[in-house]
């Protein structure tokens, strides 16, 4: 029983050099990307990013339209 601390200091050391490992992983190797090239990703997010501009145009008319009538 001589060893718990050591135990507990290489789980936390072992630990560390996995979270190192993951973040030097590339672009393509984590999650969502995985299996896709740049382009792909490019048009995936540059859509992504379309739909949120789209959505967050289409509120700001909403409120617009609501000042100019008097909406209250």
Request: aromatic share 0%.
């Amino acid at each position: 029983m001589t060893r718990g601390n050591q135990r507990e200091l290489a789980r936390a050391k072992n630990m560390k050099k996995q979270q190192e490992q993951a973040k030097k992983k590339a672009a393509a190797d984590k999650g969502s990307n995985k299996g896709q090239g740049l382009e792909a990703r490019k048009q995936r997010d540059a859509d992504i990013m379309r739909e949120k501009q789209a959505k967050k145009a289409a509120a700001k008319a909403e409120t617009g339209a609501k000042g100019a009538t008097g909406g209250k």
